[in-house]
């Protein structure tokens, strides 16, 4: 090769050279090796159907320490998983979940919405998710509904069928917090603090794991007022990856959840390295 088109070669090879992720910011890999608990959010809904049966094994196939559950009453008072107050989103049916019997919602299509793979998916009771998780992976369960009824059938459904210990309940208030303190102690819980000044009251109330919204993070004062209660940090990734994780990890949580809870912890890990 002659010795200008040699030069030229030499000059363009790292410009045609794969691209390669930039080296984390200092801390960063502390700081992903010091996140203890992965949870996936509804499930693995980026990946499955949210709140079903599939979507929670794929959880513990990924590796996740949790997945992450809402818990709705119908109107003949049977647990079932879904977000949403109404039926629509995720079964095509009109109505709110408290309109409908259990043998009604469980004759609804949760999957084919989703993704048509998924046709004759159903949504699953309580039971039936605590069961399929049970030796296999944590459930969270988000707390939809206020009251003590409520709150009592939830917890009789966690010791019939659940793992108490491996139970984290995510309460939405301090009534809640201090209610399932009595019904259900072996378990965690996780404050679902409604608004930034929530922080302190559940905590009083004795909540150990504070979530923040990311969008709530411009405040830097929020982060150290958790601290110096003696909580601990959890945050959401949605889709888990290096984009999100990043900023995230400034804060040290201890706790991070994700959509997709296989690549948050594939971005953990790769954000670690190797372990020594």
Same mark, same amino acid.
């Given at each position: 090769?002659?010795? /200008?088109?040699?030069? +030229? ?5 790292? #410009? ?9 910011? &200092?801390?960063?890999? /502390? ?21 079903? +049966? ?7 196939? =990924?590796?996740? &320490? ?17 977000? %949403?107050? %109404?039926? #629509? ?12 019997? +259990?043998?009604?919602? &469980?004759?609804?299509?949760?999957? #084919? =919405? ?57 309460? /939405? ?15 965690? &819980? ?14 009083? =109330? ?55 809870? #296989?690549?948050?912890?594939?971005? +953990? =890990? ?7």
């Amino acid at each position: 090769m002659p010795p /200008r088109l040699f030069a +030229l070669a030499a000059a363009l090879l790292p #410009a045609l050279a794969p691209a390669r992720a930039a080296d984390p910011p &200092q801390g960063a890999a /502390r700081s992903a090796a010091r996140v203890k608990e992965v949870i996936g959010h509804k499930g693995s809904c980026a990946d499955r159907p949210e709140n079903t +049966l599939v979507g929670v094994r794929r959880a513990a196939e =990924a590796g996740a &320490q949790a997945a992450e559950v809402d818990v709705r009453t119908t109107k003949d008072g049977a647990l079932v998983c879904l977000h %949403d107050e %109404d039926l #629509a989103r995720t079964t095509g049916q009109k109505g709110k979940v408290s309109a409908f019997t +259990l043998a009604e919602v &469980q004759k609804l299509d949760a999957g #084919a =919405a989703f993704d048509k793979k998924y046709a004759g998916v159903r949504v699953p009771t309580l039971r039936e998710v605590l069961a399929e998780a049970k030796g296999k992976v944590g459930v969270m369960l988000d707390l939809k509904e206020p009251g003590e009824e409520y709150g009592k059938t939830i917890a009789a459904e966690v010791r019939g069928s659940g793992e108490p210990k491996r139970t984290v309940v995510g309460v /939405r208030s301090v009534e809640q917090a201090r209610l399932f303190a009595k019904l259900l102690p072996e378990a965690r &819980q996780i404050g679902l603090v409604p608004t930034e000044k929530d922080i302190e009251p559940f905590a009083a =109330a004795g909540v150990k794991v504070i979530r923040l919204w990311p969008k709530w993070l411009t405040d830097a004062a929020l982060v150290p007022r958790v601290r110096k209660l003696g909580c601990e940090l959890h945050l959401g990734t949605g889709m888990g990856t290096r984009a999100e994780v990043l900023p995230l990890l400034e804060h040290d949580p201890e706790s991070l959840s994700s959509d997709d809870p #296989a690549r948050l912890l594939k971005t +953990l =890990a790769e954000l670690a390295g190797p372990k020594k």
